[in-house]
């Protein structure tokens, strides 16, 4: 089994910044992607941003030029590098991580991030 963990949300004025991680633990796994998700109250759980084995990384439109995922292998530890943040990023932050063994799933328990001023 997997066990992964967010951390890093907090309380932001709009144009501020957050870094968001997400350590994956346990063992005898290797991972194909990790994503992150966001969820806003009354709204449909969205994706942000993507990074996959190959280190190759996507972004959803809403985010892109302003966040930045990254990664330290050895840790197995994802990033996300929230700059220029707004008040509609305001949401639970998810990081949803894709391994190579059955269940393949796993998601954290999520980080609240809030942008207001």
């Known amino acids: 089994q997997v066990h992964v963990v967010e951390s890093g949300g907090g309380l932001v004025q709009p144009g501020g910044s957050l870094r968001l991680s997400c350590a994956a633990s346990?063992?005898?796994?290797?991972?194909?992607?990790v994503g992150w998700y966001r969820q806003a109250p009354g709204k449909e759980r969205e994706f942000v941003a993507r990074i996959i084995s190959s280190g190759s990384t996507n972004y959803a439109d809403s985010v892109k030029g302003r966040f930045t995922i990254s990664r330290d292998n050895a840790k197995k530890e994802v990033f996300l590098q929230m700059n220029s943040l707004k008040p509609e990023d305001t949401a639970v932050y998810s990081c949803?991580?894709?391994?190579?063994?059955?269940?393949?799933?796993?998601w954290g328990q999520g980080t609240q991030v809030t942008v207001s001023s």
């Open positions: 949803h991580v894709v391994v190579t063994t059955s269940p393949y799933h796993y």
């Open positions: 346990g063992s005898g796994f290797s991972i194909d992607a």
